[in-house]
């Protein structure tokens, strides 16, 4: 199956760090847009939203840039949909790291971690991740419970939706290091800095991508 058959936009909003996203996504033969309008999202068949800095930051710029209609529009609509860090949190109602409302696609809201002083915040390096319900899914393909991947974060989701599909990790105490709902999958770890099973993980977006997309 080619990974480069469909295309794959990643999200330019200003403040995110795309590059090393983008850098992943081309090593993996994906063919990769930038996008930098919501006009873009035309001409892309998969979104990748990834996300760096504070919230209210990020959620200003979506706003300025017209992104955040599109953002719940395209995931409404059922179209994939990859979050990473603050693609993550920015799904959620709203966070104590700021003032501003998030996406508000899912019910819950974004919590700074509460920790014992050995703990260090933020929560930076590499730490496990349990996949639960999702392990028989084709985005955990060739990946396994204990897998580590790598986190810098001091805020983490907490969810009002019992339903939704989460992926897990421990720090101080439990917390969810991912979500998965139609098409949507969104991680707090960074998958572009997870080495070989960080890759694993886009290649698995993108052969989702393709599967559910051929004709």
């Not at 330019?12 to 930098?36: C, M, P, Q, W």
């Not at 920015?90 to 966070?95: D, K, N, V």
């Not at 996949?131 to 969810?159: E, M, R």
Request: proline letters at 4%.
């Amino acid at each position: 199956m080619s990974l480069g058959g469909h295309r794959i936009g990643i999200l330019d909003y200003g403040t995110g760090n795309l590059r090393s996203v983008e850098k992943a996504f081309f090593h993996l033969g994906a063919n990769v847009k930038i996008i930098t309008s919501p006009d873009n999202l035309a001409e892309i068949d998969a979104l990748v939203f990834p996300g760096q800095g504070t919230f209210d930051q990020c959620m200003q710029a979506l706003e300025e840039k017209g992104f955040s209609v599109a953002i719940k529009e395209w995931i409404q609509l059922g179209k994939p949909f990859l979050g990473v860090c603050l693609g993550l949190q920015a799904l959620f109602e709203r966070s104590e790291e700021g003032q501003k409302l998030g996406l508000g696609i899912l019910p819950g809201y974004v919590k700074k971690f509460s920790l014992k002083k050995k703990f260090k915040i933020p929560h930076m390096g590499w730490n496990a991740v349990e996949w639960g319900n999702l392990s028989a899914n084709p985005i955990t393909n060739g990946l396994d419970n204990g897998d580590q991947f790598y986190f810098v974060h001091s805020y983490h989701v907490v969810l009002e939706d019992d339903s939704l599909n989460t992926i897990t990790s421990s720090y101080g105490y439990p917390f969810v290091s991912g979500i998965l709902f139609d098409n949507c999958f969104a991680t707090q770890f960074h998958p572009e800095k997870s080495q070989a099973k960080g890759l694993q993980i886009y290649r698995n977006f993108i052969e989702k991508v393709v599967a559910d997309n051929s004709p």
